[in-house]
């Protein structure tokens, strides 16, 4: 069985702070992992992802996440953050070859002035 | 033209009702999903389908039923809805050659008096 922890379901940051949302997993398998923005009254969409190869990626809009096997993390992080980054940010993984996704609880983020 | 849809986007109805909700893409994708989403708990898998003679159920199917009419329609029919129904739900879709990544369709919030 796989599933996601994210830490923090409210986190806030100033315009131009760095941003990073915490992201942990649990599979038994090597994972895939994804990160998704939901804004205000709109669907998911797809941040970045994580299948093989490099462990650090780079998504849209200045995000990148790095995996990390020995911590099973997947930490989102921004350098600066914008006012547009204001948004629900969740963690998913799967495993195999189903694409069924677990997704974590999600982490809403709040940039201030 | 969006390449998920979803269909109606906001539905008000009375417990004991039989409510239909209607998703379609035109992205060729081949799998298709339901799930939906509730403050604090991010999104939970309801139905999946890999082709049009295959559904699955996800994690909490209870009070659900699906139809994949043809590839590109999948719809999610609560025979009769009850209060605790009352969330977010949103279709997504995927192709079974690119490893894991959804697409999500906008959303249908559904109220259940």
């Known amino acids: 069985a796989q599933s996601v922890t994210q830490l923090g379901s409210h986190v806030s940051v100033s315009e131009g702070a760095l941003v990073l949302l915490r992201c942990n997993y649990s599979?038994?398998?090597?994972?895939?992992l994804f990160w998704y923005v939901q804004y205000p009254n709109q669907g998911l969409q797809l941040l970045l992802k994580y299948t093989t190869g490099a462990t650090l990626v780079k998504g849209i809009n200045g995000f990148e996440a790095e995996f990390k096997k020995s911590e099973t993390s997947f930490h989102l992080t921004k350098p600066s953050a914008h006012m547009s980054d204001a948004a629900e940010y969740f963690c998913?993984?799967?495993?195999?070859?189903?694409?069924?996704?677990?997704f974590g609880t999600g982490t809403q983020l709040k940039v201030e002035l | 033209d969006a390449d998920v849809t979803q269909t109606p986007r906001n539905r008000i109805t009375k417990t004991g009702k039989r409510i239909m909700l209607e998703c379609s893409q035109t992205?060729?994708?081949?799998?298709m999903y339901w799930y939906r989403q509730d403050p604090g708990l991010g999104l939970r898998l309801i139905y999946y389908s890999f082709d049009v003679k295959d559904i699955n159920k996800g994690e909490i199917s209870d009070g659900y039923s699906v139809s994949r009419q043809a590839q590109a329609k999948f719809s999610l029919s609560l025979e009769s809805a009850i209060p605790n129904q009352t969330a977010l739900y949103f279709c997504?879709?995927?192709?079974?050659?690119?490893?894991?990544?959804?697409?999500f369709g906008p959303g249908t919030r559904l109220t259940v008096l």
């Open positions: 998913a993984v799967s495993t195999g070859g189903g694409n069924k996704l677990t």
């Open positions: 599979s038994s398998v090597p994972p895939y």
């Open positions: 997504a879709t995927s192709d079974s050659l690119i490893r894991n990544e959804q697409f």
């Open positions: 992205k060729g994708h081949d799998r």
